[in-house]
């Protein structure tokens, strides 16, 4: 919104009539207008001057049998209809001097005091109107400061306005700046814990791991070695060494989980379908995948996205819907992967299901992180929830192959 076009439509924005205008507008014009022009659009003024000129001719020189002394407000009345209502008062004043001389000079068309009251009676309509004339002079000068107060205030409005907008648009530019490096800036976090929990992944499996199932191997050799030592003994070193083996296997599931090998080795649908058959044995909660057989392999950052977003909504389906099942479906379609996680448990508790549509922070860091992962990508989240179940579905458009 620019200044000239918001000051420039005040009077009808704001309903006022556009009397004041039309009558102002031409006078301040009419000096830059052609001769001709000019006496079409302001012809009363020298027809009420040619008029008086004439009334007082006949007057002076007074020889008609008619008092046209009293035709003197004729002139005064044209003036009146003129643009500027002042030349309604010099007329008046020209027409009283007259009227006076006129007086002055003998009565001719009768009595003396029947000529009298004529021409008190033409003076008095004569300063009628130009008393018309002032108040209407007045009633302009009135709309006129109005008018001009209106043009002033709404200068000062559209003024206070555009700094307030171009105030707004820094304030925008400045806000889109800061979430553009907070995008980044998680991006380069998730990356970050990416490859922080593939390096914890690689140290447990490689050191605490291996460390763990040599010293259960140890032990299951220590046991061999004493067959004759007591029964209390042997037994002791048997359950240190299950144990041992049983935290090696505990760890090595919880490298693969941090970081599976799979992933980039035999890639997604198999890191899932591990994923999916180990969510199964530790929660009980029967788990499909539904892919198709021939699913090539995914730039390796879409494919650990797409493995961390089946890893938190399935961790979801086991901490908060109390469902028995859980269904996985990957689709790949033309320049994009389709991804959806199903349960048929209880659905989002509505209040936090608000949330998700609205303030994602307000929530657990799990779905802000899948919404943060999704739009890296510039891909979409869609939560469908109810009390038969909840549906997460997530669409990552593959680079190089958007349509
Ligand atoms: N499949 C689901 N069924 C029912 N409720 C769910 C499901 N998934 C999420 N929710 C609800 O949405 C909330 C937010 O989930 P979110 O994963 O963001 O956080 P969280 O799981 O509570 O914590 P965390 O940050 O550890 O993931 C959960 O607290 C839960 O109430
Ligand atoms: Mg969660």
């Keep these: 919104m620019n200044s000239p076009s918001a000051s420039a439509s005040p009077a009808s924005a704001s309903g006022m009539t556009s009397a004041p205008r039309q009558q102002v507008a031409p006078v301040d014009a009419a000096p830059s207008l052609p001769a001709a022009q000019w006496l079409v659009a302001n012809w009363q003024l020298p027809a009420a001057c040619l008029s008086i000129l004439v009334i007082a001719a006949l007057d002076l020189g007074q020889r008609a049998d008619f008092p046209v002394a009293s035709f003197y ?176 296997r505990e760890i090595r599931t919880i490298s693969y989980l941090l970081h599976p090998p799979l992933l980039e080795e035999a890639g997604l649908l198999a890191a899932i379908g591990w994923l999916a058959n180990g969510f199964t044995q530790r929660s009980g909660i029967k788990t499909e995948v539904d892919a198709p057989s021939e699913f090539e392999r995914l730039p390796a950052d879409i494919e650990v996205t797409i493995f961390r977003i089946v890893q938190e909504t399935l961790t979801n389906v086991a901490r908060h819907s109390g469902s028995k099942t859980a269904f996985i479906k990957l689709t790949r379609q033309p320049g994009e992967i389709v991804l959806e996680v199903r349960d048929e448990g209880t659905g989002i508790p509505p209040e936090k299901l608000e949330k998700v549509h609205g303030n994602l922070s307000a929530l657990g860091v799990g779905i802000a992180g899948v919404w943060e992962r999704v739009r890296q990508f510039g891909g979409a989240l869609e939560i469908n929830s109810n009390s038969r179940g909840t549906t997460v579905m997530v669409v990552v458009p593959l680079p190089g192959e958007q349509l």
């Design 73 to 248: 407000v004729a002139p005064v009345l044209l003036a009146l209809w003129s643009q500027k209502t002042q030349h309604a008062l010099y007329l008046a004043y020209a027409a009283t001097v007259f009227s006076v001389i006129g007086f002055m000079r003998g009565p001719l068309g009768g009595p003396h005091g029947e000529e009298m009251a004529t021409r008190v009676l033409s003076i008095a309509m004569v300063w009628l109107a130009a008393a018309l004339s002032l108040q209407r002079w007045r009633r302009e000068k009135t709309l006129e400061r109005a008018f001009s107060d209106m043009e002033r205030r709404v200068h000062d409005r559209t003024h206070e306005l555009t700094r307030a907008n171009s105030s707004l648009q820094t304030e925008i530019a400045d806000r889109k700046g800061k979430e553009e490096l907070l995008r980044q800036l998680s991006g380069h976090l998730m990356h970050a814990q990416d490859q922080e929990r593939r390096r914890i992944a690689r140290e447990l499996h490689d050191n605490s791991g291996q460390t763990l199932a040599a010293i259960a191997v140890n032990l299951s050799r220590i046991e061999n070695l004493m067959p004759d030592a007591p029964l209390k003994m042997r037994n002791l070193v048997a359950d240190t060494a299950a144990m041992a083996e049983q935290t090696s």
